[in-house]
Nanobody, 119 residues
């Protein structure tokens, strides 16, 4: 099964930026639709952005205009550039292959990368 390793999180002040990375194992990354998810304390995990194998991107309303998802298939890596961060963006961020309905394809998750935005 494909494994994902997320990195790049940290503590940042409101209005700041972070760039998250997601490295996938295996050789099929380039054909995956990849999603970035987040889980805030006490809340369910939610999808915030996704990118198709061809580079088409979609975002939730909370991420639109502030987050940018991209990918480098040669490096088996997806990125999430987050700008104008808000305290409500505080969460652990994960990546996974995502199905067309927005649900994650794999049951197992990486360790995630925590993002804390201070006000």
């Amino acid at each position: 099964q494909v494994q994902f390793v997320e990195s790049g999180g940290g503590l940042v002040q409101a209005g700041g930026s972070l760039r998250l990375s997601c490295v996938a194992s295996g050789s099929a990354f380039s054909i995956f639709r990849i999603g970035w998810f987040r889980q805030a304390p006490g809340k369910q995990r939610e999808l915030v952005a996704r990118i198709t194998s061809g580079g088409y991107t979609t975002y939730t309303d909370s991420a639109k205009g502030r987050f940018t998802v991209s990918r480098d298939n040669a490096k088996n890596t997806a990125y999430l550039q987050m700008n104008s961060l808000k305290p409500e963006d505080t969460a652990v961020y994960y990546c996974n292959k995502v199905l067309i309905d927005g649900n994650p394809a794999f049951d197992s998750w990486g360790q995630g990368t925590p993002v804390t935005v201070s006000s």
